[in-house]
């Protein structure tokens, strides 16, 4: 009944670029706040990028500068421009609507220092 798709991850080398896409199969898509999540091993996961309905945004530190998190409502899609990568960015992405605990299956993303 609900399903986040990620897409758009890979592998680059440091200070380069990758575009995150999720797909959320949800009725109510325009009224979730949404956001993406990283979990690398041995790290603690963190909530980097959200977005509300009304496209108020906010970033962890580590990312605030370099990441942008955006959402087409008629499309149903939320994104993650990742610009200026860093090894320490490697990690699983999940889409997630904030707060419901539906979440996406994860796509790595791998940044070569």
């Known amino acids: 009944q609900v399903q986040l798709v990620e897409s758009g991850g890979g592998s680059v080398q440091a200070g380069g670029s990758l575009k995150l896409s999720c797909a959320a199969s949800?009725?109510?898509?325009?009224?979730?706040?949404m956001g993406w999540y990283r979990q690398a091993p041995g790290k603690q996961g963190e909530l980097v990028a959200s977005?509300?309905?009304?496209?108020?945004?906010n970033y962890s530190d580590s990312v605030k500068g370099r990441f942008t998190i955006s959402r087409d409502n008629p499309k149903k899609t939320v994104y993650l421009q990742m610009n200026s990568l860093k090894a320490e960015d490697t990690a699983v992405y999940y889409c997630?609507?904030?707060?419901?605990?539906?979440w996406g299956q994860g796509i790595q993303v791998t940044v070569s220092p």
């Open positions: 949800v009725s109510t898509f325009s009224f979730n706040q």
């Open positions: 997630t609507i904030v707060g419901a605990g539906y």
């Open positions: 977005i509300t309905s009304g496209g108020i945004t």
